[in-house]
């Protein structure tokens, strides 16, 4: 039990910040050094997923499972787009 209320703690804020970047889940919004990021829904749900599991190793499979549901084409290059569009939103390419 004391092992989920130290998980739970964790996520207890919906804010989450790497260097620049902050995403609000509640909110559903992100900036970078407070100006404002303009993402899609499923931008936003990417990020978020990357931002919880910052330090993590994420494959494009668990990244496909977590934001699509059993009939995505595994083959389609859509992950890949959404975070091509991700890094240029936040200036990083």
């Known amino acids: 039990v004391r092992a989920l209320i130290r998980r739970a703690a964790g996520h ?3 804010e ?3 260097g620049p970047l902050r995403l609000d889940t509640k909110a559903s919004k992100a900036d970078v050094d407070g ?3 303009k993402l899609t829904s ?3 749900r990417l990020l978020a997923y ?3 599991h910052m330090g993590e190793v994420v494959s494009r ?3 496909v499972e977590h934001l699509y549901d ?3 084409d595994r083959d389609s290059n859509t992950i890949e787009v959404f975070v091509g569009r991700l890094r240029k939103k ?3 390419d």
């Open 16 to 18: 989450l910040t790497c």
């Open 35 to 37: 100006v404002p990021l």
């Open 61 to 63: 499979t668990e990244l």
């Open 42 to 44: 499923h931008e936003f």
């Open 90 to 92: 936040m200036g990083i």
């Open 50 to 52: 990357l931002m919880h």
């Open 12 to 14: 207890a804020s919906s």
């Open 70 to 72: 059993q009939d995505f």
